[in-house]
């Protein structure tokens, strides 16, 4: 059922669609779905290589062998969720060993860290990885793990993952990447040195907001191993159906990313221009910090921006994020329809407050997910709610 081609001349689009095969029974060239929990063995032990769905299914086989393609990894693993996915990378580590991590992790890392692993005994230092040097700073004899996003969420912050990569293996740590914002159309870290790729592929690979799921690709069989242990052992596996969307929303993947950043671009562009926009964080910008290694380890900028305003305040912020039409408020993001969200309140509700303000995450901080419509109907909504707010200020002046 699965084929073993080499791609390495194909361009992404193409490899996609043809890293996932045609069903060898059917000749079905739409995945099937195998929606059963166990399969039928000739003897005790014999069987065609899947036994009982928690340990194997073919339709999630696709899935993890197509997510360990398109990221150059030798073994792919899918899961129940994004969360569930970096719970089972944590899994590798043991009592007493450390993490160094991004500051600006996804709030909901943060916790998994802080509020379940902490109490196991795995002590995680959070630093500003955009200098390689902080990272090096922080290892001690116990760092078994640097957690590093690039770009990151929400203040899309770039990090520099062949530098850390090196530093990681000079210390004999693992470096994991969370390739969430980038996807692998845009950023491959495995072959910038990374050991281990997570996803919540719940956005862009999934891509039209419509699942839950998580992604682990590794680099050799061996670390590949020991996460299919833990997947099988602790159970957290994505279901078949799950599987089948994911792989659909994959199929577009390059087209998507490719359409988000063009838009994303000039919605970027566009709010710079605005008096009561402060910061606008977008790697696609000549004035972001490290655009230059952005552009050097990315294809595409990515579809996610994050502004905040003049005068930091909440209600303000508010006041925006209420006011769109076409920018749905809702959390999540990589979806096809453009999201708007206000983190503090959101997405990074869990991480203190002193913590978020020391990564940029101020009150008044947007994010947006910049979607497939036409960019000039999102421009235009952002323009409507930001004048909306301006005359609330007038009029209150
Ligand atoms: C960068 C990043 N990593 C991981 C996750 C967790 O993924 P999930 O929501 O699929 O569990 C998220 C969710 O927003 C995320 O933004």
Redesign the pocket.
């Known amino acids: 059922m699965f084929n073993n081609l080499k791609f390495k001349k194909m361009q992404e689009q193409t490899k996609i669609l043809h890293s996932i095969p045609v069903d060898e029974l059917t000749g079905a060239i739409s995945t099937p779905i195998y929606q059963t929990s166990t399969f039928v063995q000739q003897a005790p032990g014999v069987h065609k290589g899947f036994d009982y769905a928690r340990s194997n299914n073919p339709t999630r086989k696709v899935l993890e062998d197509l997510i360990a393609t398109l990221e150059n990894g030798s073994n792919g693993y899918a899961f129940a969720?994004?969360?569930?996915?970096?719970d089972a990378v944590v899994k590798l580590l043991k009592s007493g060993d450390e993490i160094v991590a991004v500051d600006d992790i996804?709030g909901?890392?943060f916790r998994l860290f802080t509020h379940i692993y902490e109490k196991f005994g795995i002590k995680v230092t959070y630093v500003d990885t955009t200098n390689a040097d902080n990272v090096a700073d922080a290892i001690t004899s116990k760092t078994k793990l640097i957690w590093i996003?690039s770009p990151?969420?929400p203040t899309l912050k770039i990090s520099d993952i062949a530098t850390i990569a090196k530093i990681a293996k000079a210390n004999n740590c693992l470096l994991c990447v969370?390739n969430?914002?980038a996807s692998p159309a845009s950023q491959k870290p495995i072959d910038l040195g990374a050991d281990i790729v997570?996803?919540?592929?719940?956005?862009y690979l999934a891509g039209h907001s419509d699942l839950?799921?998580?992604l682990v690709v590794t680099k050799t069989t061996e670390l590949g191993e020991q996460i299919k242990f833990i997947q099988n052992a602790s159970g957290a596996i994505l279901a078949p159906l799950d599987s089948w969307l994911a792989i659909r929303g994959i199929e577009t993947l390059s087209l998507r990313v490719r359409q988000h950043s063009e838009n994303a671009q000039a919605i970027a562009e566009f709010l710079l221009t605005q008096d009561i926009v402060k910061n606008v964080y977008y790697p696609g910008l000549a004035g972001h910090h490290n655009h230059h290694i952005a552009k050097q380890q990315q294809k595409y900028f990515g579809g996610i921006i994050s502004f905040d305003l003049k005068i930091d305040d909440k209600e303000f912020a508010t006041h925006i994020v209420s006011s769109t039409k076409y920018f749905k408020l809702a959390?999540?993001?990589g979806g096809v329809k453009s999201l708007i969200c206000l983190p503090c309140e959101m997405?990074h509700k869990s991480i203190p407050a002193e913590i978020r303000y020391k990564s940029g995450v101020t009150d008044s901080l947007i994010r947006l997910s910049v979607g497939l419509e036409d960019v000039e109907d999102l421009i235009e909504d952002l323009k409507t709610a930001l004048n909306k707010l301006k005359s609330k200020l007038a009029f209150t002046a």
């Open positions: 969720s994004g969360l569930s996915a970096i996804y909901g890392a996003e990151t969420n969370d969430t914002f997570i996803h919540s592929a719940t956005k839950i799921a998580g959390e999540s993001l997405t």
